[in-house]
């Protein structure tokens, strides 16, 4: 066998900037970015807060997925699914890390996701509608009567609620009878080509 070539480099290796202490008990960023020992201390918090949050929705879509991968789980779910840094020096300036702290606290807030979740199956629901109108009835209902834990499990990224070109009445009625099958509703009888 061949050796091995070892292409990571160690501690000593990387370079990483540090921090400066301000005069005035601070910190002072790559940017020249001051940023008081609080600030630093809250961004950290929050983004301990949101990377616990994102462990445990990690777990939960694997558990849920089983084995699929996490593709297709949602826009706001890929905001609680990406990783946060702790770091200082990503801020150029002030009003770029004073929306970072805004973000962190609106996405941290239990009431934000519970508020995208219903913002999905408003959109859902409308699709729905625009899409099948009276014909979804049965399937509206079933998405309306279910709860925000409910939806996101059986709803959000499952491929088979999905729909996008549909070119006939014999389609309609094939997607929406593989919507029931996914929901756990009887299928309907498909209407018979004389």
């Known amino acids: 066998m061949g050796r091995r070539i070892n292409t990571r480099k160690t501690n000593d290796e990387v370079k990483r900037?540090?921090?400066?202490r301000s005069d005035t008990g601070g910190y002072i960023n790559k940017h020249g970015l001051e940023i008081s020992d609080a600030e630093k201390r809250r961004l950290e918090s929050l983004v301990n807060s949101i990377n616990r949050k994102?462990?445990?929705?990690?777990?939960?879509e694997r558990s849920t997925k089983e084995g699929e991968g996490l593709q297709n789980i949602g826009h706001e779910s890929d905001i609680i699914l990406a990783k946060r840094s702790k770091s200082v020096h990503q801020f150029r300036s002030r009003e770029a890390f004073e929306n970072r702290i805004r973000t962190l606290e609106r996405v941290n807030e239990k009431s934000y996701i519970d508020a995208r979740v219903e913002l999905y199956r408003k959109n859902y629901l409308t699709a729905l509608d625009n899409a099948f109108g009276n014909?979804?009835?049965d399937i509206k209902l079933m998405i309306r009567t279910m709860s925000?834990?409910?939806y996101m499990e059986k709803v959000q990224g499952n491929e088979d609620?999905?729909?996008g070109y549909i070119y006939g009445p014999d389609d309609i009625q094939v997607k929406l009878n593989q919507i029931r099958k996914a929901l756990g509703l009887p299928a309907k009888e498909l209407?018979?080509?004389n």
């Open 161 to 163: 609620l999905e729909f």
């Open 135 to 137: 014909e979804a009835n």
């Open 148 to 150: 925000a834990k409910q």
């Open 191 to 193: 209407p018979h080509n």
């Open 54 to 60: 994102r462990r445990k929705q990690l777990e939960f």
């Open 17 to 20: 900037p540090r921090l400066k």
